[in-house]
T-cell receptor
Framework: GESVGLHLPTLSVQEGDNSIINCAYS??????FIWYKQESGKGPQFIID?????DKRQGQRVTVLLNKTVKHLSLQIAATQPGDSAVYFC???????????FGKGTRLSVIA | DSGVTQTPKHLITATGQRVTLRCSPR?????VYWYQQSLDQGLQFLIQ???????AKGNILERFSAQQFPDLHSELNLSSLELGDSALYFC????????????FGQGTRLTVV
């Protein structure tokens, strides 16, 4: 099914280092992907998106890479800061009239 | 601030009771989604409305129902509550039906005792 998050993986990163968070998606026909950040006690917040006709998209301190061959998405955060500590979710838009399907979240912990 | 407003922020109720969660989408957004987030299940899609009509259904229990009103706000009704219904309930909105980012509210934390 579409259940995610049974065991939340955690990534610990030193402040100032770069972070890479990975996500595998299941549907090869998915054509739109989003990364969300969820801080404790808050709703998911949009970070960056990418469409399937692109391999890479850059934002402010963040880069999303899409590898359609292996159905893999990654989020790179440059110069990670304490405020980046949160749970990060990838979401995919599958074909047809279906809403976003969220992947397994990853908890990013920044060590000061 | 995403522009999506959810009320109440916290709700504590007893088993067997019924509650209503309310969501006001971002101005101009026609799509409203409801998600449930519990510790062991992640973000689970419940239901989507678009311009007043139900458009997609996920893992929503029969005890749960929702609607979207002409002014586009939405309500999620949870009845015959069980302990396992305790979770965060998020509403999200987007301008279009598909292929678009969704903006999430702050959620309603429901505790069933």
């Amino acid at each position: 099914g579409e259940s995610v998050g049974l065991h939340l993986p955690t990534l610990s990163v030193q402040e100032g280092d770069n972070s890479i968070i990975n996500c595998a998606y299941s549907n090869s026909a998915s054509d739109y992907f989003i990364w969300y950040k969820q801080e404790s006690g808050k709703g998911p917040q949009f970070i960056i998106d990418i469409r399937s006709n692109m391999d890479k998209r850059q934002g402010q301190r963040v880069t999303v890479l899409l590898n359609k061959t292996v159905k893999h998405l990654s989020l790179q955060i440059a110069a990670t800061q304490p405020g980046d500590s949160a749970v990060y979710f990838c979401a995919e838009n599958r074909p047809g009239n279906t809403p976003l399907v969220f992947g397994k979240g990853t908890r990013l912990s920044v060590i000061a | 601030d995403s522009g999506v407003t959810q009320t109440p922020k916290h709700l504590i109720t007893a088993t067997g009771q019924r509650v209503t969660l309310r969501c006001s989408p971002r101005s101009g957004d026609l799509s409203v989604y409801w998600y449930q987030q519990s510790l062991d299940q992640g973000l689970q899609f419940l239901i989507q409305y678009y311009n007043g009509e139900e458009r997609a259904k996920g893992n929503i229990l029969e005890r749960f129902s929702a609607q979207q009103f002409p002014d586009l706000h939405s309500e999620l009704n949870l009845s015959s509550l069980e302990l396992g219904d305790s979770a965060l309930y998020f509403c999200a909105s987007s301008p279009f039906l598909v292929n678009t980012e969704a903006f999430f509210g702050q959620g309603t934390r429901l505790t069933v005792v």
